[in-house]
């Protein structure tokens, strides 16, 4: 999300290069489980996640796959239409994108995101280090 960071300096005259480094953390963070004793160190980038997940639940990489190419459509969507808008007209949501994709995104409004990864991976560790 550095572009978004970046938006709201430029909106105060600077950009985020001007004011931050930003740097790339890897492992990006770590998951200590209930039992205190279980840690999962997740990776920064994308197909080493997908090995994690994979060797924690056979198809959980592809399932992991589909999941995020989901939630980057998602988010790419809210960038372009709502994450800016002043929201002081219907006009953003009924865009042929947004109409579109309406079902999905009413259903991950309506929803909670532990019950959305419950329904997609069966590992109590995933579902922790998702939800």
Do not use: C, N, W
């Not at 309506?110 to 990864?117: A, G, K, R, T």
Request: aromatic share 12%; hydrophobic share 40%; net charge negative.
């Amino acid at each position: 999300m550095p572009e978004v960071i970046d938006h709201f300096f430029k909106l105060m005259g600077t950009s985020a290069a001007e004011q931050l480094e930003l740097v790339k953390l890897d492992p990006g963070y770590r998951v200590v489980f209930e039992d205190g004793f279980d840690t999962v160190d997740v990776p920064a980038e994308r197909e080493a996640v997908t090995k994690l997940f994979e060797s924690l639940e056979a198809g959980a990489g592809e399932q992991l796959s589909r999941y995020l190419d989901s939630a980057e459509d998602a988010y790419e969507i809210a960038k372009r239409r709502f994450l800016y808008s002043t929201f002081q007209s219907f006009l953003p949501f009924l865009r042929p994108d947004v109409l579109r994709r309406l079902p999905r995104i009413g259903s991950l409004l309506l929803q909670p995101l532990q019950s959305f990864v419950e329904k997609r991976f069966k590992d109590p560790r995933i579902q922790q280090i998702l939800g």
